[in-house]
């Protein structure tokens, strides 16, 4: 046996450890943008005088950042009426990550597991639609809501093995559930 390498076996053999460096450097980016967005969050609680404490999480390369608090109902008014303070507040918190490292942001921020909540319901909702286009084998049309929400619809939709797309324009964006 020869102690030389085609240039492919090189590439192969080096090709794992490469790919951890790269698994590598994605998380510890995460994990920068999290503790960024967390002072800024921690700065946004000191402002509101609110009291809550804040998690970080790093799943799949995406940061996860959880206020939670101590006393029921104390953070509502930061998630507000169906979540429209806490979307917004996602969007100020990606754009502070912005701002401070010139990277965008895909991080998601939860505020008294509201997007958990969120997250049961749009499964059932997805799995109820699913349901009806496999009984059907028509087409099913959801009611609109934000780009958080549909992601996670088309994701169970792709789970059940189904297509989904989303259709219509600003607020009216909803998503259709395809027959296979």
């Known amino acids: 046996m020869s102690e030389t390498s085609t240039p492919n076996e090189v590439l192969d053999d080096e090709a ?17 943008e999290g503790e960024i967005a967390a002072d800024y969050l921690e700065e946004l609680l000191d402002i509101g005088d ?29 998630v507000g009426r169906d979540g429209e303070v806490l979307d ?4 100020l918190t990606r754009l502070a990550v912005l701002a401070e490292t010139g990277e965008r942001s895909r991080l998601i921020l939860d505020i008294a597991g509201h997007r958990a909540e969120q997250g049961g319901r749009l499964k059932k909702l997805a799995e109820k639609a699913i349901a009806e286009v496999k009984e059907s084998g028509e087409s099913v049309a959801l009611d609109p809501m934000s780009p958080y929400e549909r992601k996670q619809v088309h994701d169970v939709v792709a789970e059940a093995g189904l297509t989904s797309e989303s259709e219509g324009e600003g607020s009216k964006r909803h998503v259709v559930v395809l027959p296979s």
Do not use: K
Request: proline fraction near 2%.
């Open 50 to 78: 609110f009291d809550g404490d804040i998690d970080i999480e790093v799943r799949n390369g995406r940061t996860y950042l959880s206020v939670v608090a101590e006393e029921d109902h104390a953070l509502d008014s930061l």
């Open 88 to 91: 917004a507040l996602q969007e």
């Open 16 to 32: 794992p450890e490469a790919q951890d460096a790269v698994e590598f450097e994605a998380e510890e980016e995460a994990v920068d």
